[in-house]
């Protein structure tokens, strides 16, 4: 069975940082694409960051500057080091692997930013 399971959700105050890990098992994974999306309650899932296989990234422009996503091809992690973290940014944060017609998802992790 194909797993994604994410790792490293906690309470954290604004300013903190955290590191998200998502550990996949059951599929190939150097040839996948990685994302991290997330999820407030009530509203659409959105896309944070990605990773290709040739490790290029992408950001959405809330979190430039702030967020890195990274992936260890030897060990099937991909990894979302989260800085200066803002109450905006609490929400469940999903792992996500692309690979053709192949789509996983994660169970998610929460991440709650206090003030």
């Known amino acids: 069975q194909v797993q994604l399971v994410e790792s490293g959700g906690g309470l954290v105050p604004a300013g903190g940082s955290l590191r998200l890990s998502c550990l996949v098992s059951g599929t190939r994974f150097s040839d996948a694409a990685m994302n991290w999306y997330r999820q407030v309650p009530g509203n659409q899932r959105e896309l944070v960051a990605g990773i290709s296989t040739d490790f290029m990234t992408h950001y959405d422009d809330s979190v430039k500057g702030r967020f890195t996503i990274t992936r260890d091809n030897a060990k099937n992690m991909v990894y979302l080091q989260m800085n200066s973290l803002k109450r905006e940014d609490t929400a469940v944060y999903y792992c996500?692997?692309?690979?053709?017609?192949?789509?996983?998802w994660g169970q998610g992790t929460q991440v709650t930013v206090s003030s």
């Open positions: 996500n692997l692309v690979r053709w017609n192949l789509i996983k």
